[in-house]
């Protein structure tokens, strides 16, 4: 039987030839990942996604915008000017 990790992160990047795959390894592991935008020229943070294990055995994920965000329909739209 495999492991079952706490989190598994799948990425896809343009240009890469494999994904991105990987998860915490401890019971207690967690995740931070920062997303960045180009913004006017300028690499700017758009986005922390962070997974991590509460003190009360529940698993949570929060999702930080780092720039103006708009939800619409259920989703963080970040825009910028390339």
Excluded: H, Y
Excluded at 15 to 34: D, I, W, Y
Aim: proline share 2%; glycine share 10%.
């Amino acid at each position: 039987m495999r492991n079952v990790r706490n989190f598994w992160i799948i990425a896809s990047i343009d240009g890469r030839e494999s994904k991105v795959v990987g998860g915490p390894q401890a019971r207690t592991g967690g995740f931070s990942l920062n997303i960045k935008i180009r913004d006017n020229g300028a690499a700017v943070d758009a986005l922390e996604i962070n997974g991590f294990a509460a003190e009360d055995g529940s698993l949570r994920i929060e999702v930080v915008p780092c720039v103006k965000a708009v939800l619409s329909a259920g989703n963080f739209i970040v825009r910028s000017q390339r």
